[in-house]
């Protein structure tokens, strides 16, 4: 921990033979509260800086990281981009406290020397790590956040996005039917979707296909075999003598 700024000449005082000599005197932080500060200084966590990465980080092990998030989410506009990296970024310092709340407890437990055992002992480590769980519950939350506003947002597109092409299938299938030429960039760009003909082919084809399906289904597993139907709705017959 550094030393405080020395004192100007002209308001220092004359050293009487009771004082004791500034290098004789015991240095390090005496409360609790500047021995959590100094453990925390020395252990450069990170944890609230603006680059995710630390100096003794492996960048490439953070860009692979962070394209694991970009791979999973997939995601189509700055906003969801945004949300995309905080999340990376978020994780990335969440993974890194269980490595920080080890050392807390090896400084602790294989103190360097006897100052540094009295600077900092098992008590002060339990008080970092305390400290190290807050900042762990805001990550965490943090975390969530960002996931539930992403997958909002990312739903809304989606839906958007389908419903848009549904009608782009339905006039698709309009204009063949009436040989009319059909270009979906000019009937749908101005809703935020570009879409090309192929895509939308392909898209009413498959609208076609599931709907045979659910009506192969409903007469397959739902509806009643008319024989089935007529001896059920049939009065039962007197018995012969």
Known sequence: MTNPLPTPIHNQQPTTSNQQPAANR???PRTAAGKLRSSMNALTHGLT???PVLATEDPAAYERHSR???DEYQPATPTE?????ELADTAWRLNRIPSLEAALLDRAANPPTD????DFDIVDAHRA???LGLHYQRLSRQFQK???KLREIQSERRHDQERTL???AALLELHKHKGIPYDPAELFSEAGFVFSKDQVEAYAQHLIRLNESRHIEHVRFYMQPPARAASASAPLSEPRP
């Open 26 to 28: 015991p240095t390090g």
């Open 49 to 51: 800086s603006r680059s």
């Open 68 to 70: 694991q998030f970009l």
């Open 81 to 85: 981009t945004q949300l995309t990296q």
């Open 115 to 118: 100052q540094a055992r009295i």
């Open 129 to 131: 790590l305390a400290t």
């Open 146 to 148: 960002a996931v539930d």
């Open 166 to 168: 549904k009608r782009a």
